[in-house]
């Protein structure tokens, strides 16, 4: 599964090679001809990431919504036009590169309006200058649910993915059983800062970088996370415990990230 940073990047990317330029776009798997035909010919005015959903805004106010889910892929390809390759569901193809998207959990037209629902569905991206925090932080700050869990709920704030949670709660010694609602703002505008570092370095540099002396060459995974999926904590070197959170795997020092009390 992509976290937000690997959406954001191919934004930007997709924004450099089709903004302004008036696209073609079809469906060779078949499975979205009806929609290709509404948007081929017309001006792609901006490609934006709204935490995991990707978007390509035309000048005809229609928009096309990608969300990649588990199986979904992108690929750029320069023109001219190559075959294919696997179930393409959608091609966009500009001036010089195409873009192919392969097995999106979720590819549709959205007009003006489906598009303004959609934005309000999906909480506040920490990757976004727009983004409004508040709406996160006043949802959390009611809420009895585990700050672990809420901050993988994409309708609470986006952008931040299984093993960015992990990371960002160890950095600011928040244990992820922790309620929403025992949290202080203060709290909150350190995740929420710490969050927004990180995933602009995450976009950067194509990697998940969560410790502060991270080598500048290509280190390997293991060297650029402090505790997901270690065994010893690095500030305090006590043992690091292993959780499920919604099946999904997270990790903590019990020192450093002391547990609620019952
Ligand atoms: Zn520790």
């Not at 469906?27 to 995991?52: H, I, M, N, T, W």
């Not at 928009?63 to 001219?80: C, E, S």
């Not at 179930?87 to 966009?92: C, S, T």
């Not at 065994?231 to 002391?258: H, K, M, S, Y």
Request: with cysteine; net charge positive; aromatic share 4%.
């Amino acid at each position: 599964m992509p976290e937000g940073h690997t959406i954001h990047r191919a934004a930007n990317d997709h924004r450099r090679l089709l903004k302004g330029r008036v696209l073609r776009i079809t469906s060779p798997q078949g499975r979205f001809s009806d929609g290709a035909a509404r948007l081929s010919g017309s001006r792609c005015d901006d490609v934006e990431a709204f935490g995991k959903h990707l978007v390509y805004r035309f000048d005809t106010g229609d928009v096309l919504h990608i969300h990649l889910g588990l199986f979904g892929r992108i690929r750029k390809r320069k023109l001219p036009e190559p075959d294919p390759v696997g179930a393409v569901r959608v091609r966009l193809v500009g001036d010089t590169h195409l873009v192919d998207i392969n097995g999106p959990a979720i590819c549709e037209v959205l007009d003006p309006a489906q598009f303004a629902r959609l934005k309000d569905r999906i909480g506040p991206d920490v990757l976004r200058a727009d983004a409004d925090r508040e709406r996160a932080f006043t949802r959390i700050l009611k809420s009895r649910t585990g700050i672990g869990r809420l901050l993988m709920n994409q309708s609470v704030l986006s952008g931040i993915g299984n093993i960015y949670r992990t990371e960002i709660l160890w950095r600011q010694n928040i244990h992820p059983d922790r309620a929403g609602k025992d949290l202080s703002r203060a709290d909150l505008e350190r995740i929420w800062t710490d969050a927004a570092a990180l995933l602009v370095l995450g976009v950067k540099h194509n990697a998940i970088i969560t410790v502060d002396d991270a080598p500048a060459g290509k280190g390997r995974y293991r060297e650029r996370v402090n505790i997901f999926n270690k065994d010893r904590c690095p500030a305090c070197a006590g043992p690091v415990t292993r959780l499920e959170i919604d099946n999904r795997r997270a990790f903590v020092c019990a020192v450093c990230q002391p547990a609620p009390r019952p």
